[in-house]
């Protein structure tokens, strides 16, 4: 399992501009990069503190891991 970091910040935002990853949330992801940074800091804060469990989904070698 790997943590989310703020290098991962450019790709977070990219994936919420996505209209078809958001078309059926209540919310439509960060409103810029900075804000993404801002996110993962903060879930990685609630991770920390036990107050959140995030799990996400990502792509490596052609295979999906979740």
């Keep these: ?3 989310m970091n703020t290098e991962d910040a ?3 935002y990219h994936f919420y501009s996505d209209s078809k990853v958001t078309q ?3 919310w439509h992801g960060p409103a ?3 804000d993404s940074r801002d996110l ?3 879930w990685n804060q609630y991770f920390q503190d036990k107050r959140l ?3 996400g ?3 490596s070698r052609g295979h999906f891991w979740m």
Excluded: G, N, R, T
């Design 10 to 12: 450019e790709d977070l």
């Design 53 to 55: 469990f995030p799990w």
């Design 40 to 42: 993962i800091q903060s």
């Design 24 to 26: 059926y949330l209540d």
């Design 1 to 3: 399992m790997s943590q």
């Design 32 to 34: 810029s990069v900075q």
């Design 57 to 59: 989904c990502m792509k």
